[in-house]
């Protein structure tokens, strides 16, 4: 009786942690109200960088171009793609897409910053939108964070997506990716998202040096979302005015979790061992659960239902938030999910032991997050 309620005191704290955290995440990373265009809205280049993306880059382009911004140019950095990724990139050319063919990667740079480092050098605009070929936008997306800036008086915002294909398998059983963003939220490490993201290009090539002194960084928005600090920079959670949705398959999702779970815990063993420690913890009641199958059912069952119950309302809020439907089947799920997320974390650990943690077929190295906030001038 004794370990058992030591066991349920550390999962009451554990769950009121992440409900509390979470509920205070998505109030203040909220946009409140809708903004207007400003008188002299100022130049927006979009950059989007593509890797064999030939299954999704046709739309993200045609989605891209519908917008109502005028001040808009539109750059594509094909990374040497295998397949017709650049031919797609192309036959937008009419529509004003700019393609930029991939050069030989730095050493020492990973791809994708490397990636951004060139598309920041080609964009002209005074705001750089930055976006994944997954990601989706609706018309008023970029007038709407265009807006939304210049209002705030920001230097660099970021939006999590939601989703709306949810009735499939890749969305039910997705990683936390975002989930996790939000609960560990904090000054050295603030929520960020790769799916879509803008910033001030004078203060991303002038003030920050560009992508150069992040060239090994695995979470590099986040990374330069801490370095401008909490005056110069927001995350916001995706809402119907803003549009912003994404769509990635499965096994994508597990490439992208193994690559980003450790790093995201700071890349320190210390880190490791506190995330094990905790999913370990949230997936434990489900473990007693299924031994009342086999043992009988007793107060450690009833215990474990509960807290299973608990997470299950916890994920529910948060789905509620960035799904458009389905959300409770999606909750329903969550056992499963945290188990998931258990086996992909250790994945996570073991791969940047062994050195073998890859994207689009090269070598990642994680990297510390380093933070020297910045003074930027109003």
């Known amino acids: 009786m004794l370990i058992l309620g030591i066991y349920?005191?550390?999962?009451?704290?554990?769950?009121?942690?992440?409900f509390v955290r979470l509920v205070h995440a998505l109030r203040a990373y909220r946009i409140k109200k809708s903004y207007t265009a400003a008188l002299e809205?100022?130049?927006?280049s979009v950059c989007i960088p593509a890797r064999n993306e030939a299954h999704a880059m046709s739309e993200c382009l045609e989605r891209v171009i519908a917008s109502d911004y005028k001040k808009l140019e539109i750059i594509v950095y094909d990374d040497s793609s295998g397949d017709?990724?650049?031919?797609?990139?192309?036959?937008?050319?009419?529509?004003?897409v700019r393609f930029v063919p991939g050069v030989a990667l730095e050493e020492g740079w990973l791809g994708r910053n490397h990636a951004l480092e060139v598309l920041a050098d080609e964009a002209s605009g005074t705001y750089v939108v930055f976006m994944d070929v997954d990601t989706k936008i609706e018309p008023t997306t970029?007038?709407?964070l265009v807006s939304y800036m210049v209002t705030e008086k920001?230097?660099?915002?970021?939006?999590?997506?939601?989703?709306d294909d949810t009735n499939r398998a890749s969305a039910l059983f997705s990683h936390l990716r975002?989930?996790?963003?939000?609960?560990?939220?904090r000054m050295s490490t603030p929520a960020a998202s790769s799916s879509l993201w803008v910033i001030s290009r004078d203060v991303l090539v002038n003030t920050l040096g560009g992508f150069t002194p992040h060239r090994n960084e695995v979470l590099v928005e986040e990374h330069i979302a801490a370095i401008l600090g909490p005056s110069q920079y927001r995350c916001l959670v995706n809402t119907p005015a803003l549009g912003v949705m994404y769509e990635k398959r499965w096994d994508s999702q597990v490439e992208t979790s193994r690559r980003l779970l450790f790093p995201t815990m700071g890349g320190m063993w210390y880190g490791a061992a506190a995330g094990i420690i905790s999913l370990l913890f949230l997936a434990s009641p489900l473990v007693l659960v299924l031994m009342g199958f086999i043992t009988g059912w007793s107060l450690a069952q009833a215990v474990g239902l509960f807290y299973i119950a608990t997470g299950i309302v916890t994920y529910a809020v948060y789905l509620r938030r960035v799904w458009t439907h389905l959300w409770w089947l999606g909750a329903l799920l969550w056992p499963y999910i945290i188990l998931q997320e258990l086996c992909l974390f250790i994945a996570s650990i073991l791969g940047y032991m062994r050195g073998t943690i890859m994207w689009k077929g090269r070598s990642v190295t994680a990297s510390p997050i380093r933070v020297d906030h910045l003074e930027i001038d109003e």
């Open 41 to 44: 809205a100022p130049s927006v």
């Open 178 to 185: 975002y989930f996790w963003g939000l609960i560990l939220a």
């Open 8 to 18: 349920s005191l550390v999962m009451l704290a554990l769950m009121v942690v992440l």
């Open 142 to 144: 970029i007038s709407q």
């Open 154 to 163: 920001v230097a660099m915002a970021s939006v999590i997506p939601g989703r």
């Open 84 to 96: 017709d990724t650049s031919v797609l990139i192309r036959s937008f050319a009419h529509a004003g």
